[in-house]
């Protein structure tokens, strides 16, 4: 069923991780948070240790813009390196997932971690597909995109908005403003809010225009695993 929607689609939602195991890995980006806190000039007690993850970010914002955005940036270029997230990205499950969605042989990946804040919402991604240019290179070698949420995510809690329907090409994306696509371009298509439970994943065929909804209230986490194909078979 999961590969009929995919191919019909362009996205699926599948239960792959045991949910308990997902909220703990979470505890990777509190761990990396006080790891870079701890090595700053401020004192310790400014990245406010004894804050819930979902609002640690807003809390700090509202005292220090700056601190807060470092400590985003610092998240979405390393966290994804910690050991129980990492244990998620090589869990066998989730590329044997990946893998019934298609006939391509997947054989690598690139991994970040995505964060939904209130407090910045300019780094919300607008309309875009994982690959904007199918023209041979590294990048257009991404074939499914594994969006893993570190909390319930959906409609009411910041996930994503796709447009359904599987493409054979990317709709074209405007280079000035970092590869997203024009309203013009999906007009006439009605975008779908997929609930993405805790242990689901979201899976994003390549060309599958998506993007980030607003984030009210906590903040929401989670990992996008691009996984590529092989180059002989693509």
């Not at 807003?58 to 390196?81: F, G, K, P």
């Not at 054989?107 to 690959?131: C, K, Y």
């Not at 599987?166 to 007009?187: D, G, K, T, V, W």
Request: aromatic share 6%; glycine share 6%; with cysteine.
């Amino acid at each position: 069923m999961s590969r009929n929607q995919f191919e019909r689609e362009g996205y699926t939602v599948e239960a792959v991780f045991d949910p308990p195991l997902v909220a703990a890995a979470a505890a990777d980006i509190t761990d990396h948070i006080d790891r870079i806190s701890q090595a700053l000039y401020l004192p310790f007690e400014d990245s406010l240790p004894g804050e819930p993850l979902g609002t640690r970010l807003d809390r700090i914002w509202e005292r220090d813009r700056s601190q807060a955005n470092l400590l985003r940036i610092a998240i979405c270029t390393d966290a994804h390196r910690g050991p129980r997230l990492q244990s998620l990205i090589d869990a066998a499950p989730l590329l044997a997932a990946a893998q019934g969605l298609t006939d391509e042989r997947l054989t690598g990946q690139v991994v970040r971690m995505r964060a939904g804040i209130a407090s910045f919402p300019e780094h919300l991604h607008p309309w875009h597909s994982d690959v904007a240019r199918d023209d041979g290179t590294r990048c257009s070698r991404v074939c499914v995109t594994a969006w893993i949420p570190l909390s319930d995510a959906g409609p009411d809690s910041g996930g994503l908005e796709v447009i359904a329907g599987r493409r054979s090409s990317p709709l074209p994306h405007r280079e000035e403003n970092a590869f997203s696509i024009s309203e013009r371009e999906l007009a006439g298509h009605v975008p779908v809010r997929p609930f993405c439970p805790l242990g689901s994943v979201l899976f994003l065929d390549r060309f599958t225009p998506h993007r980030s909804l607003p984030v009210v209230g906590a903040a929401r986490f989670a990992l996008v695993v691009w996984i590529k194909s092989d180059p002989q078979t693509i």
